[in-house]
């Protein structure tokens, strides 16, 4: 202390005050060693403070560093969140996608349940309603038996009768009234026999004779005269009579017709049934139907022409099995459809038929024989008989101008007249039957009469000025609904077309008769 106040005093500079120097005055140095002292502890303040400063700093430094690593933490975490965050909402997605299909597989499975307890409850009501068939079968079977008893007893009882009754008629027959009568007998079954067979009529004499003559010959005089006595009119092998049948029922669902097993698709076949379509398709299953119920004997395919149907046809016939189709472009009537159905056969035969038909047994076999018993037979028609079991045509009549009519229309459909093979002007393309290179070589069905009407008259005078004949097939026999394909209203529709056409025919009938 002493050396720094000793310092002080040489270097303090001696004050002049007017131009006199004085001396400086002397420093307190007893305050200056107190100010001394306070400096040291200020100083040691100092370093105390910069030690502490130093901590701090060095506390400063470490917090940084800790924050710097709680910053990169919190970076990491916050993507890390983020991340998760993003797959959580992908997560919430596909759990909204999966409780949406859920959502629908729960109301398609209720539906189902629902349509499961509807069809529960049809087969309950099925059910109660066979049962109550049942119960009704039984009652009649009870009853059917009981009339089983009772007939059984009435055939004994008619047994007993007719035992009686031939006992009685072989007395008859032994005794001598009935020997000496005989003579008389004979003559009353000669003449009935020639009543019936126009004897008396003098035109029938000389065939009749010849007759007479030949079967003497042949057989003798006692056979002859049997022959003349027990006449049995020409037996056939036709049906004795057409049982009535009802048109198909259009609200009932429709069955697939399947015909795989008896036709004969891609294979050689000796008739193709060509049938054209236009709507009507209840028409069509039952006439396919009939074809399934009646099968030909001949190898044979099914031709089904579909002139643009609107009514479900389409659908109908993808359905069938067995059967070639045939789905026009574009509408081209009775006469087009006809044309394009046998343009696509493979027959030797064409057999064309109407869908508003009903075929019946040996149908199509009848057809194809007459033509191998007639040799000269260019076309052969079926006898067509109404539902009702009338006759509705033997053949056609074509008269001088142009009208033609159904031979035997409305009359039975057994009837003598009608139960032979025989000759016709025309026959209906209902159900005509042609070779397929006679057909090809007459052009088909002419266009001249489209959409309809008489195109199966002119074919068949075409036929015939070819030097074949037109044949009438009773053993052919085919259920017409007549009406249905064209209706009957002769002034819409298709039949319109009935009255024109007949000036047409009318108009080239000097072609083909000389």
Known sequence: MAESIAAYDSISPVQCVHAHWVAKPLPNWESIYQKGHEIEALQRGLSVKRAENEQL??????????????????????QWALRTQKELEELRQRLDQKEDFLTEDQDALDGHVRLLKQHTRQLKEQYLELEHQKHVVDTKLQQAQTQVESQSTHIASLQQHNE?????????????????????RATVRVLTTLKQRRAWNPVNWPRQTKRFVHAIRVHGWRATLDALQYHRPTQTDLDPAIEPVTPPDETQALSPVTLAEMTSPGERVTASVIIPVYNN???????????????????????????????????????????????NESNLGFIGSCNAGAAKATGSTLVFLNNDTEVTNNW??????????????????????????????????????????NYGRLGPSEAGRVCFVSEADYVSGACLAISRELFQKLGGFDDH????????????????????SVLYQPRST?????????????????????ASQSGKIQSTLGRYVG
């Open 164 to 184: 009686m009754l031939q006992g009685q008629l072989a007395e008859i027959f032994a005794s001598k009234s009935w020997r000496l009568t005989r003579p008389l």
């Open 364 to 405: 199509l076999d009848a057809l194809l024989e007459t033509f191998e018993q007639w040799p000269q037979a260019g076309i052969v028609g079926a006898r067509l008989v109404y539902p009702d079991g009338r006759l509705q045509e033997a053949g056609g009549i074509v008269f001088n101008d142009g009208s033609g009519w």
């Open 281 to 327: 398709v209840h028409y069509t299953a039952h006439c396919l139907a009939s074809i399934h119920r009646h099968p030909p004997k001949t190898a044979f395919e099914v031709v089904v022409v579909n002139d643009c149907s609107d009514d479900g046809t389409t659908e109908f016939l993808n359905q069938c099995d067995g059967i070639r189709v045939v789905h």
């Open 57 to 78: 700093k060095d506390q400063a430094k470490a917090q940084a560093l800790w924050l710097d690593r709680l910053d990169r933490t919190v970076k990491t975490r916050s």
């Open 449 to 468: 009469y489209a959409p309809a009407y008489y195109e199966d008259t002119d074919l068949c005078f075409k036929v015939r000025a070819q030097g074949l």
């Open 478 to 498: 085919i259920i017409h609904f007549e009406g249905i394909s064209s209706g009957t209203d002769e002034s819409s529709g298709i039949k319109r077309y009935q």
